[in-house]
Antibody
């Protein structure tokens, strides 16, 4: 079935780094734009970054620009988010999401928790 | 950057009642306006795309309308499983970026 599965979350100290992965299955991964969306505890949804289907284009929310890098490997049906210089305010559940029909996020992963704390 | 403002923040209704949720944009958006439902501990679920189109498997009691800066999600007759948080979301064309509203919590009265 169509599925996204995130991994790589955990506890990291402020200033540290973490790499999230998102494994796609059940669809042609290389056909779709992909995004990362996060949700801080008790808060709303916050778009983080997107990458085009062939990695030609990316963009980031201002809050993570210069610290986070999105990438993908279409041969491995995988999406990544490299997070550097992490701050306490980056603590959140991170979701990968597929931009499907009319660019709406039609498929979501289950989420991966990232906690930034000393 | 386009800002989406949802109202009300909390809506208290009973099963069987009609729910009307609003999403207002700070400037005119394209038709890339979507609505999501999120239940506690779960990932969001796409309900409506392109302002008025139901996603696959979404019951007919959910409908979306609007254009320009004002959009509405209507649930015609609330079922117990509809009590959740709802988010609107838009996509800007250039630079490509996405924005979510702050959410409306639909709670049982």
């Amino acid at each position: 079935q169509v599925q996204l599965v995130e991994s790589g979350g955990g506890l990291v100290k402020p200033g540290g780094s973490l790499r999230l992965s998102c494994a796609a299955s059940g669809f042609t991964f290389s056909d779709y734009y992909m995004s990362w969306v996060r949700q801080a505890p008790g808060k709303g949804l916050d778009w983080v970054s997107y990458i085009s289907s062939s990695s030609d284009y990316t963009n980031y929310a201002d809050s993570v620009k210069g610290r986070f890098t999105i990438s993908r490997d279409n041969a491995k049906d995988s999406l990544y988010l490299q997070m550097n210089s992490l701050r306490a305010e980056d603590t959140a559940v991170y979701y990968c999401a597929r931009a499907g029909i009319r660019q709406a996020f039609d498929i979501w992963g289950q989420g991966s928790m990232v906690t930034v704390s000393s | 950057e386009i800002v989406l403002t949802q109202s009300p923040a909390t809506l208290s209704l009973s099963p069987g009642e009609r729910a009307t949720l609003s999403c207002r944009a700070s400037q005119s958006v394209t038709t890339y306006l979507a609505w999501y439902q999120q239940k506690a501990g779960q990932a969001p679920r796409l309900l409506i795309y392109a302002a008025s189109n139901r996603a696959t498997g979404i019951p007919a009691r959910f409908s979306g309308s609007g254009s320009g800066t004002d959009f509405t999600l209507t649930i015609s007759s609330l079922e117990p499983e509809d009590f959740a948080v709802y988010y609107c979301q838009q996509r800007s064309n250039w630079p490509l970026m996405y924005t979510f509203g702050q959410g409306t919590k639909l709670e049982i009265k």
